[in-house]
């Protein structure tokens, strides 16, 4: 019965993707709270004004923020505009050709629905800086065309799904910093197949980065920028035979992380620009080969460690706990 209902209502909508696109967006609109939504959305009005029918090069042109390709809308973009209000994401779980939801910089609120993973289209989600709550939804891995994923500064609370996460073999930049996340970042990791900037630091993420090459050397073709600060791992640095996997590796914080031992030889890192591994328990001999084989290094942070003093007064001028190398210095 419930089928046959879904097919005669796919059979009355089913070509009118605008049309659906425009009462998603109303419904969508319902979740923003009042305060200001008029003098911001109130080019979003009923279709009677502006819509123009189906298709078409007029499809919600007036609509702010909105962008339309084909009929269809592509991209909802409300950054920064200071609205507010418990979102229900769920209403535009029908948008089948929407690539861009970009939320960032607002006050909304409301929860990631699993629902989301039904945007089949979706390729950049950034709800950043807001006050988004709650899960993340397995269905995440649903969305193989995500190329950026930005959570950032929200107030999520759970075990970041990995099951299926290796999936998302486009997904090139994960943020997901000042949250409240936890789960075993190794294991994260381990699923970000082609990610190029992944930022997991300011949550609550346990594991280890001490992992097996195999784990591993996905990421480490392709990463570029990592931050795991600001967590509670335990375990060593990355393995000896980890550092030559990674190739194109700019900036490397590993800072207060809960990370121990000492660091493998790096003189393989030849991008390395930043590398900060400060508030840790790590000893021993400092990577005295980084600064000797690096070009491009501008930064180092090995503070509050246990690196013995004699190691390293030979390079550094006194003890400099945060040092900052210009590019001729090395
Ligand atoms: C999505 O929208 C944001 C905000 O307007 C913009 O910065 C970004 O470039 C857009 N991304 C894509 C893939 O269209
Ligand atoms: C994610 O969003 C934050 C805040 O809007 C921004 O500062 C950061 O650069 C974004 N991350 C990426 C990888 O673009
Ligand atoms: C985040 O959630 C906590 C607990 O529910 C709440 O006290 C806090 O105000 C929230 N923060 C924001 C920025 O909404
Ligand atoms: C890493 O993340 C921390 C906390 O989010 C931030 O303060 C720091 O600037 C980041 N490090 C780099 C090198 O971007």
Known sequence: MAALLFFVLLAVFGGAAAGDDVSALLEFKKGISDLGKDQVLGSWSPPETTYSGRGGDGCLAAWRGVVCDGGAVVSVALDGL???????LVTLANMRSLQNLSLAGNA????????IGSLSSLRHLDLSGNRFYGPIPGRLADLSGL???NLSYNNFTSGFPTDGIRQLQNLRRIDLRSNS???NAGDLLAELRNAEHIDL?????????DLELDSLSSIGNMVKYMNLSHNRLSGGFFRNEMVGAFKNLETLDLS??????ML?????WFSLAVFKVAGNGLFGMMPET???NSMRLVEVDLSQNGFSVTCWSSWTPGLGLSISLPHKLT
């Open 181 to 183: 996340f936890w789960g």
């Open 108 to 115: 909304f609120s409301g929860r990631l629905p699993p629902g």
């Open 201 to 209: 630091s300011d949550n609550q993420f346990t594991g280890s980065v």
């Open 147 to 149: 190329v950026h994923l």
């Open 82 to 88: 200071g609205l507010a209000g418990e979102l229900k």
């Open 264 to 268: 493998p030889r790096i003189d393989s």
């Open 256 to 261: 207060n992380t809960g990370i121990g031992g």
């Open 290 to 292: 980084l600064l000797h």
